[in-house]
């Protein structure tokens, strides 16, 4: 397993070692003792999965006072997906990080606590799975517009499908500085 550093600070790519043969493959997607060698979070307290179908959208989420790092990968299928700095005083806040994730280069991503992140779907069905270094805390959940101008995020999708709450988030420079958090170097 390799673990790669990105332009943004905390945010790495997971690259395992793949098994191929006439069976199928095999791989490792997480060992605590390459993460605690990289210096990374590598207590997850709740792994989530989501199936979703072609176009749909989901973000830009993230939690306050319960921060969440997250694993995230693809399982099955195709997606784009979007990390944005939200850290007030991050060398890279208001950038965005993106990555397609599938089930043929099996790539993570781990996002530290401090990003708002989402995901589109590109294949006709998708299952993602992320493990998550916090629990989920309906009333610590903040996001921002996936449609953020200043972000200019470039959804290779048209007419994305989202949630009426993905829909109603401020954009980040109408976020309330207050809900977001603060860079921890």
């Known amino acids: 397993m390799k673990i790669l550093n990105t332009d943004f600070p905390g945010l ?6 793949v098994f191929n043969d006439d069976r199928g493959y095999f791989f490792e997607s997480y060992r605590d003792e390459h993460f605690v060698r990289a210096g990374l979070n590598s207590t997850f307290k709740q792994d989530n999965q989501s199936k979703s179908t072609r176009g749909v959208l989901r ?3 993230y939690q306050l006072e ?3 790092g997250k694993l995230v990968s693809c399982a099955y299928g195709e997606v784009f997906d979007v990390a944005l700095d939200i850290r ?4 890279t806040f208001g950038h965005v990080y993106k990555k397609t994730l599938n089930d043929i280069n099996h790539h993570a991503v781990y ?12 294949s006709e069905e998708a299952i993602f799975q992320y493990k998550c270094t916090e629990k989920y805390y309906p009333d610590d959940e903040y996001g921002i517009s996936w449609s953020d ?8 999708v048209d007419q994305p ?3 009426d709450r993905d829909l109603n988030f401020p954009t980040l420079a109408d976020q309330d500085e207050k809900f977001l958090p603060d860079f921890e170097s």
């Open 12 to 17: 790495y790519i997971i690259e395992p070692v």
């Open 59 to 61: 973000g830009l989420h």
């Open 66 to 68: 319960h921060g969440q």
């Open 88 to 91: 007030k005083g991050s060398p």
């Open 111 to 122: 996002i530290p606590p401090g990003f708002a992140h989402g995901f589109c779907v590109l």
């Open 149 to 156: 101008p200043t972000a200019n995020i470039q959804w290779p």
């Open 161 to 163: 499908i989202l949630s």
